[in-house]
């Protein structure tokens, strides 16, 4: 029991976090923050459609599959696009643009009854539903100070896993009821977010860039040695961090745990982050931005690398609570390492290929992951501690040209 004495100086201290915990951010800042927040309220649709596939519209396993693919390559092509639109259009059109998009992706799939038809509108959704990703990155980076970045993108990926992790309980709950109102709230939000954000964002300022963006392309991107060895550590962590959805679940069935142990336990990763993000973001942000990134990955590695010692709830909780704190760490910290790269002109671009990165992890993951797993867990779960000491090798041979970069 707390004594009596510290408890008046704890509740002032959890008092003055809770005071100074938004300060510093601007309205437009918020716009942004609440229409993502709503736009991931509503997230069901592309999450539960294997489900709509096989219980509602009789797809075969291996059609669903195919399906989910096209709507993953989607998302690819969404962060190729999206990063092209940013330095084009600017990160105000692309974000209003791409959640209107989604809507209307939605909508089309949700009325789609021929297979192929299904196939097509759920590569549109996939290809549309992401594009906010590189415009919120831009925008940040275009908007705050270099040392605002980590707090601020922290807060904006808190706003994204509190919408998601509501939007998957709701979703599940839905469910049992049919699909038709899981694309109702979806195709909703998605119009609502876009309209919050078009009418509280400025314009964008895009005047005095045209002739430096038309000259600018991905090329140009990929000629950055430096970022093409970041984007190389961010997809060898990618990869370890997506087995989370991917082969965890097949692993612990394989220890004879349900699928409703597996929800459990991932629900243990949705509340490290929304609870305790926010109160170590301070923290985060005191330390240099490659040691806070280091520190994530090496609790990722481990978090997952562990998981081949385990076969109990309990030590497959222990794992995935490592883990998700090593996922604080990284989040908050590695779009801040790709705004000190990119120069303004092709600032879009420098966030639409380490959004592919990301998404083309997703396709990998369960590639790599069922392969090894066919094998051994242990095997499986060996290489991905593997993968991330290479991260943190690639990480660390390059932090100090990182840092003269950032000036």
């Known amino acids: 029991m707390m004594p009596t004495g510290t408890v008046r100086p704890t509740i002032e201290r959890v008092r003055g976090w809770a005071r100074n915990w938004g300060t510093g951010f601007n309205r437009t800042f918020w716009a942004v923050w609440a229409g993502l927040l709503a736009n991931q309220l509503g997230c069901m649709a592309i999450p539960f459609l294997g489900y709509y596939l096989t219980q509602d519209q009789g797809a075969s396993v291996a059609t669903t599959g195919v399906i989910l693919t096209t709507c993953g390559v989607g998302g690819v092509v969404s962060q190729w696009a999206g990063g092209l639109l940013v330095d084009r259009f600017g990160y105000r059109t692309t974000l209003v643009g791409g959640m209107a998009a989604a809507g209307v992706a939605l909508f089309a799939l949700g009325l789609s009854q021929n297979l192929y038809l299904i196939g097509l509108c759920a590569f549109l959704a996939g290809a549309s539903s992401e594009l906010w990703r590189p415009a919120s990155a831009a925008m940040v980076a275009h908007l705050f100070r270099q040392d605002q970045l980590p707090r601020t993108y922290g807060m904006l990926y808190w706003a994204v896993n509190l919408g998601y992790g509501f939007s998957m309980m709701l979703g599940g709950v839905l469910t049992r009821h049919g699909?038709?109102?899981?694309?109702?709230?979806?195709?909703?939000?998605?119009?609502?977010?876009?309209?919050?954000?078009?009418?509280?964002?400025?314009?964008?300022?895009?005047?005095?860039?045209?002739?430096?963006?038309?000259?600018?392309?991905?090329?140009?991107?990929?000629?950055?040695?430096?970022?093409?060895?970041?984007?190389?550590?961010?997809?060898?962590?990618?990869?370890?961090?997506?087995?989370?959805?991917?082969?965890?679940?097949?692993?612990?069935?394989?220890?004879?745990?349900?699928?409703?142990?597996?929800?459990?336990?991932?629900?243990?990763?949705?509340?490290?982050?929304?609870?305790?993000?926010?109160?170590?973001?301070?923290?985060?942000?005191?330390?240099?931005?490659?040691?806070?990134?280091?520190?994530?990955?090496?609790?990722?590695?481990?978090?997952?690398?562990?998981?081949?010692?385990?076969?109990?709830?309990?030590?497959?909780?222990?794992?995935?609570?490592?883990?998700?704190?090593?996922?604080?760490?990284?989040?908050?910290?590695?779009?801040?390492?790709?705004?000190?790269?990119?120069?303004?002109?092709?600032?879009?671009?420098?966030?639409?290929?380490?959004?592919?990165?990301?998404?083309?992890?997703?396709?990998?993951?369960?590639?790599?992951g069922t392969r090894l797993l066919e094998h051994s867990a242990v095997l499986l779960w060996t290489v991905c501690a593997v993968l991330c000491l290479l991260a943190v090798a690639v990480q660390g041979a390059i932090a100090s040209r990182m840092a003269r970069r950032q000036g």
Request: glycine share 8%; with cysteine.
């Open 179 to 368: 699909f038709t109102l899981i694309f109702i709230i979806n195709i909703a939000t998605c119009l609502a977010s876009a309209a919050l954000v078009w009418k509280a964002l400025p314009a964008d300022d895009m005047e005095g860039r045209t002739a430096e963006t038309a000259s600018g392309s991905y090329v140009d991107v990929l000629r950055d040695r430096l970022m093409v060895a970041y984007l190389a550590a961010t997809f060898c962590y990618a990869i370890v961090f997506r087995q989370a959805g991917t082969t965890l679940p097949l692993a612990m069935n394989l220890d004879g745990l349900s699928s409703s142990a597996f929800g459990f336990i991932m629900t243990v990763n949705a509340v490290i982050i929304i609870t305790v993000q926010p109160l170590i973001l301070p923290s985060i942000g005191k330390l240099k931005e490659s040691t806070a990134l280091i520190t994530g990955i090496v609790l990722i590695g481990l978090g997952f690398g562990a998981t081949a010692l385990v076969s109990s709830p309990a030590g497959y909780t222990a794992t995935v609570a490592l883990w998700s704190l090593g996922e604080i760490a990284v989040f908050c910290v590695n779009q801040a390492m790709v705004a000190h790269l990119a120069p303004e002109h092709l600032r879009g671009r420098y966030y639409g290929l380490y959004g592919m990165a990301w998404a083309g992890a997703m396709l990998a993951a369960p590639l790599m």
